[in-house]
């Protein structure tokens, strides 16, 4: 049966790197009716930290995907130490007595990369079990057969045939001198006991692959299929990592800024990935069905971010045509945690009446702040009095068309018919033209220009509150006037 891994350590935050992977694996296990599982590798305990696994599960859970069975690589650890006793006994490792050997290697002292230390690979057994018994300290080290050297090989599912020379390959630790295993021996250890079928991990990991399939024999156990990802890199082409990037290399920022999960699942699918048919937006089941490692590119996927604009704008469009598509009984009910961040006083019912007018004016739910902001305030921000003057008028014209607003809407139905009828025969009768009525009320009642359609906006604020409004900017207006101020006319759109 087909079973694949995540296994993400807990020394850091989720990255939208790991999040990949773990989406591939999960493609890849739905797609072919296989087993998901989780497994938290957390064996490096001076660099774990709590903080790290609660993003690592806030990120997953966030995701909403699942997985089938979950595990801790720390519960493990007496199947690792087993798995290394086996190889050992074998005769395919040998202890390291050597005082200033570091656990992973070291340089030799021309500076070339460090293969082994001659005086303990060729230590004889009887000597190292007499200096361990004594209590001596050891590194675990795999023999890497070198006399005659072989071609290790594997045929990795996206970047194709792949061999090293056990010459270019370094007597790796199994067992630290703690006795604590390696991230070699514990990967592969766990792989093989939860009988892995598929690894599917990013491109980094490929090189330590060639020591993966040396552990899987001397272990007894049948190696799984490779495929490896191509890496997330920055625009300049460095790989992305938080020192280097800051916060937009962590699901949540994503999470915190207002994207939906499937919009960002859909994202990231797309970086390295295609479904060779030109198609972008795509659903969780189209995912599946498409979903394959011929569609993986081997090149690695640039995020496009800069400093001022922190989100791919493939990511923001992706997530607008999630929002466009959304019931806005949905959309009311997601945009409430956000309205609430943002310090707005929303209640579910104005929300839902207010969703359909700024559906397709956001690209991510955090925008709710800025744009429906003026449906929840007492008193609109200062805005500039010359934003009240309508296209080709002045502020004379502007001060007019308030005024007679004022006089009609009292007895004008707040809702679109009655309010359209009432403020088009209003500009009628004042031989002014509907968009010039229009502009200064719309200024009046939202604080800009650029806002929601008129008479469905004015219908959600209510009466009251767009007659207070109005109110206030024909104050506004002859506080300018009265104190001499110059305002220069402006230009407006139509209704």
Not at 34 to 43: A, F, Q, W
Not at 237 to 243: A, E, F, W
Request: negative net charge; charged residues 25%.
């Amino acid at each position: 049966m087909l079973r694949v891994r995540f296994a993400p350590s807990p020394t850091g935050f989720l990255h939208i790197g790991s999040a990949r992977t773990f989406i591939f694996n999960w493609l890849y296990a739905r797609r072919h009716g296989g087993t998901m599982i989780l497994r938290i590798d957390d064996t490096d305990i001076e660099r774990n930290t709590q903080a790290s696994l609660d993003s690592i599960f806030e990120g997953l859970n966030w995701l909403d995907l699942g997985w089938d069975e979950q595990y801790r690589q720390s519960e493990r650890l007496e199947l690792h130490r087993k798995t290394a006793e086996v190889i050992f006994q074998k005769g395919m490792a040998y202890r390291d007595f050597t005082p200033a050997q570091g656990d992973e290697g070291e340089k030799s002292r021309s500076g070339a990369a460090w293969l082994f230390n001659p005086g303990m690979r060729e230590l004889s057994r009887e000597a190292s079990d007499r200096r361990a018994a004594a209590g001596e300290a050891f590194v675990l080290r795999y023999l890497v057969p070198r006399d005659p050297v072989r071609e290790i090989r594997f045929s990795d599912g996206v970047y194709g045939e792949q061999s090293k020379s056990t010459a270019d390959i370094e007597d790796f630790a199994l067992l630290r001198s703690d006795g604590t295993p390696t991230y070699h021996l514990a990967s592969c250890a766990d792989d093989a006991d939860l009988r892995i079928s598929h690894i599917i991990r990013g491109q980094d990991h490929l090189t330590n692959t060639f020591k993966h399939v040396l552990i899987f024999e001397a272990a007894g156990a049948e190696a799984p299929r490779f495929a490896h990802l191509p890496l997330l890199v920055a625009p300049d082409g460095t790989k992305l990592s938080k020192r280097r990037h800051g916060p937009v290399v962590s699901v949540t920022t994503y999470r915190d800024a207002g994207f939906l999960p499937e919009a960002f699942i859909n994202f990231l699918c797309l970086l390295g990935w295609s479904p060779k048919d030109d198609r972008e937006k795509m659903s969780r089941q189209e995912l599946i069905d498409a979903f394959s490692f011929e569609g993986i590119n081997r090149s690695n996927a640039v995020v496009n971010f800069t400093e001022a604009d922190p989100f791919d704008p493939k990511a923001v469009w992706l997530n607008s045509q999630y929002l466009y598509a959304m019931p806005v009984e949905e959309l009311a009910e997601r945009l409430l945690p956000f309205a609430h961040k943002a310090g707005l006083r929303a209640e579910p019912g104005k929300l839902l009446a207010l969703a359909p007018l700024i559906q397709e004016r956001i690209k991510l739910l955090g925008d709710v702040a800025t744009v429906a902001d003026f449906f929840f305030v007492d008193e609109l921000p200062p805005y500039d009095t010359a934003e009240l003057i309508p296209q080709k008028g002045d502020l004379a014209m502007a001060q007019r068309v308030l005024e007679r607003a004022r006089e009609v809407l009292p007895a004008a139905e707040f809702n679109h018919q009655g309010l359209e009828e009432t403020l088009r025969a209003a500009a009628a009768g004042m031989g002014i033209k509907a968009g010039q009525m229009f502009q200064p009320i719309r200024v009046a009642v939202c604080g800009r220009k650029n806002a929601p359609p008129l008479f469905e906006t004015m219908a959600v604020l209510g009466k009251e509150t767009c007659l207070k409004r109005i109110e206030q900017a024909i104050r506004k207006i002859g506080v300018g006037v009265g104190t001499g101020t110059t305002v220069h006319d402006g230009k407006s759109g139509g209704a």
